[in-house]
């Protein structure tokens, strides 16, 4: 559990619950899920103190259900934000349930790094002076964010300097969810990277791709990620929907309600870029798979044609050894002494014919039998 206190260009840490009502600044409370369920009685007690409201019981269960998609709620004491993060999973994400790594295991095939990617959630619980954020076991996002405002604080300081500290809690929930949608930036050139390893395979005609498993489970991997971004931009658009019906406040003036809408629509925009990503990272591994099939049917064609044209060469002659090996008993040319040698010619001829003809019309090349040779 951490407990900061905001208060301008100041910030302070402790490890315990808020004590008192807050006259100025602001508190940032984070758990972990786990810490969140066992001082779950503490915290409503706390809650009552300071704002005589509690956290309902259907919220909490959304807080500490590990599967729930991105959405946003609200009541007339407090706002709660529910978000799926896009991460490297390294650990378990809680300590009672572990963590979602998508919908595949760790033994099926596909890049590594698709594997790896954990959505467990964070909630955000938005009061007027205090906001709680609940995290996995192993979220980077908390200490990060932390451990960057801190750094603010020192800057700030040293250059003597305006802060640039969050102002309101609504501020501080805004950043940290935008750290949690650029924090799918750092995956995004390795997962690129990745894919296009795979389509190189799939569209090189000489590579035998069997690997199909793999290259399904990474489809519907990219599948679910794209409706989990789509469920963080769906909870984004109904919070700034609900910013219009805002008014100014003690703890928030117009001009910290504009700054708020703001930074939303900024926060929605990154969530429209990685949509946009996903969306096209599906669309190339559906893309690589169709040209896979196309040049997969090629081959065959070019394959089929091939043996066509060699049918249609050695056709006439089996014609011609099957009519001189008729059991007549007269039988004229089989008599003659040039019999043999003609007909080798004009086999031979006729051989030459077609091949040339087969050429002029494309049906048949140098470069189509070397390949059928090869293959």
Request: negative net charge; aromatic residues 8%; contains cysteine.
């Amino acid at each position: 559990m951490r407990n900061l206190y905001i208060n301008n260009s100041a910030i302070t840490e402790n490890e315990f619950l808020v004590q008192g009502p807050i006259s100025q600044g602001f508190h940032w409370l984070s758990l972990t899920r786990r810490e969140f369920e066992v001082h779950l009685a503490d915290i409503q007690f706390m809650l009552d103190k300071l704002y005589q409201v509690q956290v309902l019981d259907l919220h909490i269960s959304d807080i500490l259900n590990n599967q729930l998609p991105s959405h946003y709620d609200y009541t007339s004491e407090y706002d709660i934000i529910i978000f799926r993060r896009l991460a490297r999973g390294r650990t378990e994400t809680d300590i009672s349930s572990p963590g979602e790594i998508l919908h595949t295991s760790r033994t099926k095939g596909g890049p590594p790094i698709l594997k790896r990617i954990d959505t467990s959630p964070i909630s955000l619980l938005v009061f007027d002076k205090l906001i709680i954020s609940v995290h996995p076991a192993d979220c980077a996002v908390r200490d990060l964010f932390a451990n960057k405002l801190f750094n603010t604080v020192t800057i700030s300081s040293s250059a003597h300097s305006s802060s640039r500290l969050p102002n309101n809690p609504v501020d501080l929930m805004l950043r940290m969810i935008g750290l949690v949608v650029d924090g799918y930036l750092d995956l995004r050139k390795e997962l690129t990277r990745q894919l296009d390893h795979w389509q190189s395979e799939l569209i090189n005609p000489r590579a035998r791709f069997n690997n199909w498993s793999a290259l399904l489970d990474s489809r519907l991997t990219l599948h679910y990620l794209d409706e989990i971004c789509e469920d963080q931009r769906a909870a984004i658009q109904d919070w700034i929907e609900a910013l219009d019906s805002w008014l100014e406040t003690d703890s928030l003036s117009n001009k910290d309600l504009e700054l708020v809408k703001v930074r939303s629509r900024d926060v929605l925009e990154h969530i429209e870029r990685v949509v946009h990503h996903v969306n096209r990272l599906e669309q190339s591994a559906e893309t690589a798979v169709q040209m896979h099939f196309n040049i997969q049917s090629n081959r065959n064609n070019d394959v089929m044609k091939t043996l066509t044209a060699l049918t249609a060469i050695f056709l006439p002659l089996n014609l011609i050894t099957g009519f001189f090996g008729m059991n007549f008993e007269h039988f004229p040319f089989l008599k003659t002494e040039d019999g043999l040698l003609l007909t080798e010619i004009f086999m031979a001829l006729l051989v030459v014919v077609l091949i040339v003809y087969f050429g002029v019309k494309s049906y048949l090349t140098t470069s189509d039998i070397k390949n059928h040779l090869l293959k």
